[in-house]
């Protein structure tokens, strides 16, 4: 239990609670503005950090995962407003429902058994690009799935109108305002993310970081590879799935951006910014990246070229991002980090001399 | 259910509508498959590529004429295309083949939001020369010329000539060996990076010549390259990595049965290729024409 | 006398070529069996075949007297077989402490839920230590594996094989590229290790194979040339013909 109030979820609690008050631009203004942006920041510090669960500790580029944050969201949005289907000429009908628990529930079930399925599909096919090329695929089936069945999913436009839910104990509209929502967010998100912490740093972990390393040494060690593979995948699901559910109720409306390319693109590129070997990177990745994407749409109205940019020089530069520049600077200092990206022999020296272990947190 | 009011032309239309499409996909494919195939690599900027082609078409038909235009386009993209590997591909030939498909997707981001700033937000229509607008009557069905019959024989014609190019030249003999064992073909006295990057050109250049041909008959906008790179990568799933004949057989199921769906049902169009694909992973996860192991 | 291993025909082609050609043949248990021959003689195609890295082409493989043959590299570790690389095959960047934890801990994957209750957790620290010193690697265990020098990367590949106390070990040249003070403390390590276990060793260093072998078993283009004592390997004729001056010592 004291491992769990270690170090990378103290950040992560500390960061939550500064967030509000330094999210968006001016932090003379305390108004809807911000927070608005850090509950945003919150739903994708999930969707990522789910993500790069595959992509930082296995090393799977898993390029679809945008279609759990949409099932999870539009179930949530579906289950919340209400709907009538019709299916081959069996009508069913749905009352609207307010409890976001059963709302909750449904979601991650769906999700998680849609990313079962996948898993069985895919994992035991494919591995690298492939595994990519494939997950991407299967992605676009769902968006593809919410932007054509309008009747039932309320097609390019979406689906509005989502209540927020009430919070036993406080008064029925207490969600409405954006800073309780936040609140209520960050809360979700900070125990949701101690799951992720505890998965990480358990046994099972780390022989996600062996696959990582090196698949075949650990299959001949005696580990199902396989197996594992594709219960981090489905496990990976579930952080997304909450950063749905969340988000429907954020936005009280959702669309098929929900799962599109985009945003799949943008949750490796949060893990990338933030670094892909550490806890927190990709929550830092989201915080940053949606501060930037808020910043530079004010500009100018290519952003997106912007971000590109952005997303190929972190491509360039290496996974460890952020976080892994500020490891460097924690171990070698100022004057050795500085010379160490300068020259070549100096990152070769220091890389001798110090034998430490790599920055896992 | 629709299936009771077809008829035998509705079912002719779509299945010529079908081949069409299904030649434009084989082109946009094989350029990636090729890319795959003897590099390894993916380029999730193709999709971008064949944009860039038919916008280029469109500026350039105005001052050069039609067919200039399309030879012209395809020729800049595939420069592009080897600008592209020279410059942002081969630092990442070290790490893993991830981070290339990651970086040509910014890239992508990228290129889109570069043609909104050229040429501007709103579709744009290259007109086809007059010549080759008038329907021509087959077999007492008239087609449209361009696009059914001139675009599919022309693709075959390509076709041909990258087989001729890939297995009967020396620089296909080259590159394949290459792709076998760099190292050996290096030892030999040839510069493999040059090979790859001539590689790279040429997938890039069918892609731009695909976006050429097309932009007669398609809408031309910034969503272009988006809307056919996923496409695009399906196609290799379902037809095999790195495999030619697989393009061409993947690239025509998928075009065929995606317009038969039309008749049967409409709001699934887009989804029959991951159909094809969901099964092609169950059944023969290698593609059709796929070699065994090589991403498994 | 029980036996470690038994083929039945077992062959390997690679497009063209046959690595290893119809070999049966039975290795009894205990004890330090080499397989040497010229390069290219089929022994590390025959070490793959063994564990499973690779399908046969033909034949069939029994580990002790279980058919083996259809199982995949983890499951065949799980019965009692573990194998090292000839190319170091660590997990460079988890510490050493890390890799032989991994290694300990694949002992109760097969049977453990998903994460370890924490009695498990204080056995494994207690195996994980106890592993680091026999192998000398407890003072670098804190260090990246990719940063040891490479007869230290030698030495925790060994490690590795060591956690999951295995019945049958296969060494794909350990001793490779080693100096000669890492050569003797290997020597030792394997000889240690081989007391109640059968290790089948792929070795080119003649004065170790000689000095610490019960039987070699000698291979060329795919097929077994002789097997027998040290001694009566260096007399063999045929032996002698195919290596010509490798055995001169």
């Known amino acids: 239990m004291r491992r769990v109030f270690s170090s990378p979820l103290l950040w992560t609690a500390v960061v939550f609670v500064i967030l509000p008050f330094v999210a968006g631009a001016n932090p003379l203004h305390y108004s809807g503005g911000f927070i608005d942006i850090g509950t945003t920041m919150l739903c994708f510090a999930l969707f990522a950090s789910g993500f790069n669960l595959l ?307 | 259910m629709l299936l009771a009011s077809i008829n035998a032309a509705q079912i002719l239309d779509q299945l010529v509508n079908g081949v069409t499409l299904g030649m434009l996909y084989i082109l946009v494919a094989l350029g990636l498959n090729i890319i795959l195939g003897l590099m390894g690599v993916i380029n999730f900027s193709h999709g971008a590529f064949f944009m860039i082609g038919a916008y280029l078409t469109y500026t350039l038909v105005p001052i050069t004429g039609f067919w200039p235009a399309i030879v012209l386009a395809a020729v800049i993209v595939g420069l592009f295309g080897c600008l592209f590997e020279f410059a942002l591909v081969r630092p990442l030939y070290r790490r893993l083949p991830e981070y290339t498909l990651l970086m040509t997707y910014g890239m992508a981001l990228v290129f889109a939001q570069v043609v909104r700033r050229i040429w501007g937000d709103d579709a744009v229509r290259v007109d086809m020369p007059a010549a080759l607008q008038n329907p021509i009557t087959i077999g007492g069905y008239d087609l449209p010329f361009y696009k059914d019959v001139f675009l599919v024989i022309v693709t075959a014609v390509i076709l041909a000539l990258v087989w001729l190019l890939i297995n009967k030249t020396n620089i296909g003999v080259i590159i394949r060996a290459g792709t076998r064992d760099a190292e050996m073909v290096k030892i030999l006295g040839i510069n493999m990076p040059a090979m790859f990057t001539l590689v790279f050109g040429i997938g890039s250049l069918l892609a731009g010549l695909a976006g050429a041909l097309a932009a007669p008959i398609y809408a031309v906008q910034p969503n272009l390259a988006s809307q056919w790179i996923v496409l695009t990568f399906v196609i290799v799933i379902v037809g095999g990595i790195g495999s030619f004949w697989g393009a061409i057989v993947g690239g025509l199921l998928i075009g065929i049965l995606s317009s038969m769906m039309e008749l049967i049902y409409p709001p699934a169009v887009e989804l029959t290729g991951f159909l094809i694909m969901g099964l092609i992973l169950l059944i023969r996860p290698r593609g059709l024409f796929g070699v065994e192991g090589l991403f498994e | 006398m029980a036996v470690a291993f038994r083929t039945e025909g077992l062959t390997r082609r690679f497009s063209g070529f046959t690595a290893v050609n119809n070999v049966s043949i039975e290795i009894p248990e205990g004890g330090v069996r080499t397989i040497i021959g010229p390069n290219g003689a089929g022994k590390t195609t025959f070490f793959n075949l063994l564990s499973g890295r690779i399908p046969p082409s033909a034949g069939r493989i029994f580990f002790g007297d279980r058919d083996v043959t259809d199982l995949l590299p983890y499951q065949r570790a799980r019965l009692g077989m573990a194998r090292s690389f000839q190319i170091t095959n660590i997990f460079g960047k988890l510490s050493v402490e890390e890799n032989v934890r991994l290694a300990v801990q694949a002992v109760y994957d097969g049977k453990a839920n998903f994460f370890l209750p924490s009695s498990r957790m204080g056995d494994l620290r207690t195996k994980t230590e106890a592993l680091l010193h026999d192998i000398g690697l407890f003072d670098a265990r804190a260090a990246l594996a990719e940063n040891l020098s490479h007869g230290d990367q030698r030495r925790l590949e060994i490690g590795l094989v060591l956690a999951s106390d295995p019945k049958v070990l296969l060494l794909d040249e350990p001793l490779a590229g080693m100096s000669p003070t890492e050569t003797h403390a290997t020597v030792e390590l394997i000889k240690r290790v081989a007391e109640g276990r059968t290790v089948l060793l792929v070795e080119h260093d003649i004065d170790v194979i000689m000095s610490i072998s019960r039987t070699i078993t000698v291979f060329q283009t795919g097929a077994v040339l002789a097997t027998g004592t040290p001694q009566e390997i260096r007399g063999n004729e045929a032996v002698q013909r195919a290596y010509l001056g490798e055995l001169a010592e």
């Not at chain 1, 769902?142 to 932007?147: E, N, V």
């Not at chain 1, 780390?206 to 594992?228: M, P």
């Not at chain 1, 929550?283 to 109205?301: C, F, H, P, R």
């Open chain 1, 55 to 361: 992509f930082g500790h296995v090393g799977e580029l898993s390029f679809g995962h945008a279609m759990f944050f949409a099932i999870a969201a539009y179930t949530t949005a579906l289950y919340t407003k209400g709907f009538d289907l019709n299916l081959f000429g069996f009508p069913y009908h749905h009352d609207p429902g307010g409890n976001m628990l059963l709302a909750l529930a449904w979601s991650l079930g769906l999700t998680l058994l849609w990313g079962w399925l996948l898993a069985r599909i895919i994992v035991p096919r494919s591995s690298g690009i492939y595994y990519s090329m494939i997950t991407l695929a299967f992605a676009q089936v769902i968006f593809f799935i919410t932007y054509k069945f309008g009747d039932f999913t309320g097609g390019e436009d979406g689906l509005q109108g989502i209540a927020r839910p009430q919070l036993p104990g406080l008064p029925a509209d207490w969600l409405q305002s954006s800073l309780h929502f936040y609140i209520f967010a960050a809360i979700v998100t900070f125990l949701t993310l101690a799951l992720l912490y505890w998965i990480i740093e358990s046994p099972f972990g780390s022989v996600l970081h062996a696959i990582r390393e090196n698949k075949e040494r650990a299959r001949f060690l005696g580990y199902d590879v396989n197996k594992y593979r594709v219960n981090a995948f489905v496990l990976s699901t579930l952080f997304p799935a909450v950063g749905g559910w969340l988000w429907a109720y954020y936005q009280t409306s959702i669309n098929p951006d929900a799962g599109s390319v985009a945003y799949s693109g943008d949750v490796v590129m949060m893990s990338l910014l933030g670094g892909i070997y550490s806890f927190f990177g990709p929550v830092l990745g989201a915080i940053i990246y949606w501060e930037m994407q808020n910043g530079v749409s004010q500009v100018t109205k290519f952003w997106e070229a912007w971000i590109g940019i952005v997303f190929v020089v972190f491509v360039l530069v290496g996974p460890r991002g952020i976080m892994g520049l500020l490891d460097d600077l924690r171990r070698y200092g100022i004057s050795q980090f500085v010379r160490r990206s300068v020259s070549k022999d100096a990152r070769m020296e220091t890389d001798l001399a110090e034998e430490l272990p790599p920055v896992v947190h």
